[in-house]
């Protein structure tokens, strides 16, 4: 539950239990609102929602999301209306999280916002004067999904080299399987997480692995760069969490590879929100849809 300002007043989490299916699923969506209200002591005036796509975040239809299973053409917007009565909005959860970090977090007063959030995979969400960026029939950009090495390793997409299949976190852990030798004793859970630990720990393999990290993520970033020249790029996901490892390095690639846009200029900076990003961007997207604008400056 959030305010009009932006505080969370109360959270509710729970697991998806995906093998129910989607009636379960909007029936403990509906709980847990319910939940998060009468701990806040509030009535509820509207519901936003940050989801994983694909989405139609103008008409709440669902597309077919991989881990979802059921999901496909149903519509929560409709659905938690009808439970309601109060106005419901929907929005990639990226796209949510950009439009809290523009609002209340870290790219508040910027008028040109990129926000990416590196974990499993790597997202983001374009924001422009207070509008979150849509593609053609409202698509969302893919950013992980650009191509950094055309001979890299093959993408979950199908594609090779995408920014995703070389700087999100199992693609460290990839890349440190495929150079360790036998002996290396870390195999056994290795993690994004763990590598950067072992790498504070002196460990000279995952060193070079936060060091590849690094360049990538810099690389990607200076694209963004080159192509959008936004004021601030906000950096979120749980790789970021181990941000004093690779910010370094970060910059040492975009000074390299921003030599014609003004990169000094453009505000490179972590997120603010944490793992609040999302719900707070998901107030936001009921606050655009249906209340005031984002406010932003010129």
Known sequence: MVSGSGKVLAKIESPTDTHLGYSNGLERIAEMLREAAKEATVEIS???????????????????????AGWAGKNLVHDLERIFDVPVAIENDADAAALGEATWGAGKKKSRL???TIGTGIGGGIVVNGQVYRGVDGSHPEIGHHVVDSSG????????????????????????????????????????????????????????AVKREAYYLGLGIANLMNVLSPDAIVLGGSVMKSSSLFLDGIHDTIRQGCRFVPFTRMEVSLASLGEDANLIGAAMVWHHRFGDRIPHVS
Request: aromatic fraction near 8%; charged fraction near 15%.
């Open 46 to 68: 509207g519901v936003g929602i940050g989801s994983t796509g694909p989405l139609d975040a103008l008409t709440g239809e669902f597309g077919d999301v991989d881990f979802l």
């Open 114 to 116: 990129v926000y990416v």
């Open 153 to 208: 390793p093959l993408c979950s997409c199908g594609f090779r080299g995408c920014w995703e299949a070389l700087a999100a976190g199992p693609a460290m852990v990839q890349w440190v399987h495929s150079q360790a030798p036998n002996n290396f004793p870390h195999r056994h859970g290795l993690t994004a997480r763990r590598i950067c630990e072992l790498a504070r720990e002196g460990d000279a393999l995952a060193g070079l």
